[in-house]
């Protein structure tokens, strides 16, 4: 099976589904024109397909490997890392004026999806090194950009994050790495960190981490946390890699998949760094990366996605069982419902996080908080979704191969392996849901509203074209607003025990909608074919959704007491 890019899944969403127009008619981006992003999308298509495509199962079957001390990476990753950094892939969105393409987010969402589809491994070191020019960018001092940012955006350096403690996990603010000044604008910085994506490697003249640490006497929990740059290799006074640093990959850890991730144990012994930001506000400099990482993460769901798909229709056009009019499995009527709940389901996941990308785009162009407050409610739910969906179609591709779905040599089964982590990091999507029912409602539910009555506003517009699937949008999204009410009315424990379900209900409804927006747009045929399936076999999933999130926390720690 050969993957294929979804350019015509990226042109009808961008079109029809979440008005890239508005986008390319603001000033910052009038460059970026819908034609000249159908010809860079079509550029990075052809180097997704033949360049990493060719890798995806190299990283798996030769993993990257810790050889007395130094992390060796799978057959061909430098070579495809090549490929992407002089293509300009890893910094399409970073500042011109340093180097980069300034593109919108949008045309950077859609590469990443194609690379995460082609080579998820590989695809997660430029993901990483994307954040970080946008922390740097945002939160730097001059000094800082002119000597990390040109590196970062050629790719010739690579970029990582360090959040995570053995004794933290997700409890950032219980980090005890410490950070003691030297006295010279430096600092020394001890300790250790644990799931650090692409910690090193073995094609790049440097590594930057960015690391979370406590400058002595700071407060306890996140406000008092500060952001250090730490390089595997300290710049000279030319800017070019110098003296080692005292940081070292400890071990890489054995993983379920993504075996071609280097996933390290770090350990910083008293290694130079320079502070980002101010003094105790690293949270809200990381935060710049985690954003940006989130709606990529949602993405690498989506690519896998879309990557299983193609891979299990391969293989029931080809498979011959049973009595069936095709002569193969398609022609079994469950088979067929299997890969349309996944085509259905990636194409809702993409234009979420493609309504979500412009949203960025709009506020960073427009300034206005409207665009701002929309991008923060669509960020969780871009993120879960999207990685939910990547583990559920991976999960139905190996149902639609079978047997031969759990026989490694098949491929299916590394699809569900190498996607199952996304739900986890960069905040698990519990964390998203709270954020959802909690930060993101602290408006009162403006930015929400808002959204509900958009989708509202179009399926009336739709009932002239398409009135039984609009009016069960319509009445799909009323419920959501119902459900929104509900929860504004509750304490915050309340709302916390029904967010997975009320994200998922929201996920929905958003789905949904642009289904129906391509199906009026595109008037029959196999578009058309997908949104119905969608609005009348899994939208009204959004009912028992609803209900769950208006149920509630309903049982107390003491029930799982032993």
Same mark, same amino acid.
């Given at each position: 099976?050969?993957?294929?890019?979804?350019?015509?899944?990226?042109?009808?969403?961008?079109?029809?589904?979440?008005?890239?127009?508005?986008?390319?008619?603001?000033?910052?981006?009038?460059?970026?024109?819908?034609?000249?992003?159908?010809?860079?999308?079509?550029?990075?298509?052809?180097?997704?397909?033949?360049?990493?495509?060719?890798?995806?199962?190299?990283?798996?079957?030769?993993?990257?490997?810790?050889?007395?001390?130094?992390?060796?990476?799978?057959?061909?990753?430098?070579?495809?890392?090549?490929?992407?950094?002089?293509?300009?892939?890893?910094?399409?969105?970073?500042?011109?004026?340093?180097?980069?393409?300034?593109?919108?987010?949008?045309?950077? @969402?859609?590469? +990443?999806?194609? !690379?995460?589809?082609?080579?998820?491994?590989?695809?997660?070191?430029?993901?990483?090194?994307?954040?970080?020019?946008?922390?740097?960018?945002?939160?730097?001092?001059?000094?800082?950009?002119?000597?990390?940012?040109?590196?970062?955006?050629?790719?010739?350096?690579?970029?990582?994050?360090?959040? @995570?403690?053995?004794?933290?996990?997700?409890?950032?603010?219980?980090?005890?790495?410490?950070?003691?000044?030297?006295?010279?604008?430096?600092?020394?910085?001890?300790?250790?960190?644990?799931?650090?994506?692409?910690?090193?490697?073995?094609?790049?003249?440097?590594?930057?981490?960015?690391?979370?640490?406590? /400058?002595?006497?700071?407060?306890?929990?996140?406000?008092?946390?500060?952001?250090?740059?730490?390089?595997? /290799?300290? $710049?000279?006074?030319?800017?070019?890699?110098?003296?080692? +640093?005292?940081?070292?990959?400890?071990?890489?850890?054995?993983?379920?998949?993504?075996?071609?991730?280097?996933?390290?144990?770090?350990?910083?012994?008293?290694?130079?760094?320079?502070?980002?930001?101010?003094?105790?506000?690293?949270?809200?400099?990381?935060?710049?990366?985690? +954003?940006?990482?989130?709606?990529?993460?949602?993405?690498?769901?989506?690519?896998?996605?879309?990557?299983?798909?193609?891979?299990?229709?391969?293989?029931?056009?080809?498979?011959?069982?049973?009595?069936?009019?095709?002569?193969?499995?398609?022609?079994?009527?469950?088979?067929?419902?299997?890969?349309?709940?996944?085509?259905?389901?990636?194409?809702?996941?993409?234009?979420?996080?493609?309504?979500?990308?412009?949203?960025?785009? !709009?506020?960073?162009?427009?300034?206005?908080?409207?665009?701002?407050?929309?991008?923060?409610?669509?960020?969780?739910?871009?993120?879960?979704?999207?990685?939910?969906?990547?583990?559920?179609?991976?999960?139905?591709?190996?149902?639609?191969?079978?047997?031969?779905?759990?026989? =490694? =040599?098949?491929?299916?089964?590394?699809?569900?392996?190498?996607?199952?982590?996304?739900?986890?990091?960069?905040?698990?999507?519990?964390?998203?849901?709270?954020?959802?029912?909690?930060?993101?409602?602290?408006?009162?539910?403006?930015?929400?509203?808002?959204?509900?009555?958009?989708?509202?506003?179009?399926?009336?517009?739709?009932?002239?074209?398409?009135?039984?699937?609009?009016?069960?949008?319509?009445?799909?999204?009323?419920?959501?607003?119902?459900?929104?009410?509900?929860?504004?009315?509750?304490?915050?424990?309340?709302?916390?025990?029904?967010?997975?379900?009320?994200?998922?209900?929201?996920?929905?409804? /958003?789905?949904?909608?642009?289904?129906?927006?391509?199906?009026?747009?595109?008037?029959?045929?196999?578009?058309?074919?997908?949104?119905?399936?969608?609005?009348?076999?899994?939208?009204?999933?959004?009912?028992?959704?609803?209900?769950?999130?208006?149920?509630?926390?309903?049982? $107390?720690?003491?029930?799982?007491?032993?």
């Amino acid at each position: 099976m050969t993957y294929r890019a979804p350019l015509s899944d990226f042109s009808r969403i961008l079109k029809h589904v979440v008005g890239y127009d508005r986008v390319a008619e603001t000033a910052l981006f009038e460059e970026a024109s819908p034609e000249t992003v159908e010809a860079v999308l079509g550029e990075a298509a052809k180097m997704c397909e033949e360049v990493m495509a060719p890798l995806q199962r190299n990283g798996d079957l030769d993993p990257a490997r810790l050889e007395n001390g130094v992390v060796r990476t799978s057959r061909g990753f430098a070579e495809g890392y090549k490929a992407i950094a002089e293509g300009g892939w890893i910094a399409s969105s970073a500042p011109p004026e340093f180097g980069g393409m300034g593109l919108p987010m949008t045309v950077t @969402t859609c590469v +990443n999806d194609m !690379m995460s589809g082609a080579c998820l491994a590989l695809q997660l070191n430029p993901l990483m090194s994307q954040g970080q020019i946008e922390a740097l960018e945002h939160h730097a001092s001059d000094a800082l950009k002119a000597v990390y940012l040109p590196k970062l955006v050629t790719g010739e350096w690579a970029g990582t994050m360090n959040l @995570t403690e053995p004794q933290a996990g997700s409890d950032v603010g219980a980090l005890t790495s410490k950070a003691e000044p030297l006295g010279d604008g430096s600092y020394a910085i001890t300790g250790q960190k644990i799931f650090i994506s692409w910690g090193d490697n073995d094609f790049t003249g440097n590594v930057c981490h960015l690391v979370l640490a406590r /400058l002595p006497d700071a407060v306890p929990g996140t406000k008092g946390i500060s952001l250090f740059l730490v390089p595997k /290799l300290i $710049p000279d006074a030319a800017g070019d890699p110098g003296e080692r +640093n005292s940081l070292r990959v400890v071990s890489l850890e054995h993983k379920t998949g993504l075996h071609g991730s280097p996933t390290c144990v770090m350990s910083y012994e008293g290694a130079r760094g320079w502070l980002v930001g101010e003094p105790n506000d690293g949270m809200r400099a990381m935060f710049t990366m985690m +954003n940006n990482a989130r709606l990529g993460v949602g993405v690498q769901g989506i690519g896998v996605a879309d990557a299983a798909t193609q891979h299990a229709l391969s293989y029931a056009q080809e498979r011959k069982q049973g009595r069936s009019e095709t002569g193969t499995i398609l022609g079994h009527a469950d088979v067929r419902r299997m890969l349309a709940e996944m085509k259905a389901d990636t194409y809702a996941a993409r234009a979420i996080a493609l309504t979500l990308a412009v949203a960025i785009d !709009m506020s960073r162009a427009t300034g206005d908080a409207a665009w701002t407050a929309r991008a923060g409610v669509l960020t969780p739910i871009a993120k879960a979704f999207g990685t939910d969906t990547g583990i559920e179609v991976a999960s139905k591709g190996v149902q639609v191969h079978g047997g031969m779905g759990y026989i =490694e =040599e098949t491929g299916a089964a590394q699809f569900l392996r190498d996607v199952r982590v996304t739900a986890i990091y960069e905040g698990t999507n519990g964390i998203q849901a709270m954020d959802l029912v909690g930060r993101k409602l602290m408006d009162g539910g403006e930015a929400v509203f808002a959204l509900i009555e958009e989708i509202e506003s179009h399926a009336e517009v739709a009932k002239a074209h398409l009135p039984e699937l609009a009016e069960a949008v319509w009445q799909a999204t009323e419920t959501l607003r119902e459900t929104t009410e509900a929860l504004l009315k509750r304490d915050m424990a309340d709302r916390f025990g029904g967010a997975v379900p009320y994200l998922r209900a929201f996920a929905r409804v /958003l789905g949904a909608d642009a289904h129906l927006r391509s199906a009026c747009a595109e008037g029959g045929g196999a578009v058309e074919r997908l949104a119905r399936f969608y609005i009348t076999r899994m939208l009204p999933e959004h009912v028992g959704l609803c209900a769950q999130a208006r149920a509630g926390d309903l049982i $107390p720690a003491e029930d799982f007491a032993a």
